[in-house]
């Protein structure tokens, strides 16, 4: 159980264009989702919170227009790097958890999403 | 917020070696946990230990939560041990993860 799906697991975009990534809880109904970047051999950064039917909540130093963050289900959140640029290559993780999980402060993770940007 | 800091940063060790990975965090944590970081990506978690000693099969944690520190003790390691150990913390009420800066684990045959 408790298994989160992440798609595509590889994108490769011109600068530019706008990529979407999804964050799917399959078995189980993800009130929070969290999403983090990981620059090559550097740690996970939280980027951002989000909970379903709200507005994300971001870290400090992420632009809210260039990463669009939309949880507007208890299954599924998106996110949308805007117009992206080479400084955007990175690998996106989310993660997500139910009110019991997160009680415990247990997060299930996504396989994550290679990000290159031409 | 946590700063949470990884020792050694990086690790090379034969196979069947054993090894103690250190993750100090500057505050009191409410849940430390650990986790393995596969070559793909995959983040796998291995303890949820806020406090005191776990083991599963070769792996072992323990954290002295009145000292800031936990551990995780790695016997016997196979090739398939390597990829990047992350601790994990987040302060009391709050659901927000602050990673370590991680120990990249390579295991030689």
Not at chain 1, 60 to 88: C, M, R, W
Request: with cysteine.
């Amino acid at each position: 159980g408790a298994v989160v799906s992440q798609h595509p697991s590889r994108v490769i975009c011109k600068s530019g264009t706008s990529v979407k990534i999804e964050c799917r809880s399959l078995d189980f109904q993800a009130t929070t989702m969290f999403w983090y970047r990981q620059f090559p051999k550097q740690s996970l950064m939280l980027m951002a919170t989000s909970n379903e039917g709200s507005k994300a909540t971001y870290e400090q130093g992420v632009e809210k227009d260039k990463f669009l963050i939309n949880h507007a289900s208890l299954t599924l959140s998106t996110l949308t790097v805007t117009s992206a640029h080479p400084e955007d290559s990175s690998f996106y993780i989310c993660s997500a958890g139910g009110l019991e999980a997160l009680a415990k402060n247990i997060q299930y993770f996504g396989a994550g999403t290679r990000l290159s940007v031409l | 917020g946590i700063q949470v800091e990884q020792s050694p940063p990086d690790l090379i060790l034969q196979e069947g070696a054993n090894s103690t990975l250190r993750c100090n965090f500057s505050d009191s944590v409410n849940n430390l946990q650990w986790f393995h970081q596969n070559p793909w990506g995959q983040l796998i978690n291995l303890f949820y230990i806020p406090s005191g000693t776990k083991q599963n099969g070769r792996l072992s944690a323990t954290t002295v939560a009145t000292e800031r520190y936990s551990l995780l003790y790695i016997s016997s390691s196979q090739t398939t041990d390597s990829g990047v150990y992350f601790c994990a913390g987040n302060l009391w009420g709050n659901e927000k993860l602050t990673f370590g800066t991680g120990t990249r684990l390579t295991i030689i045959p």
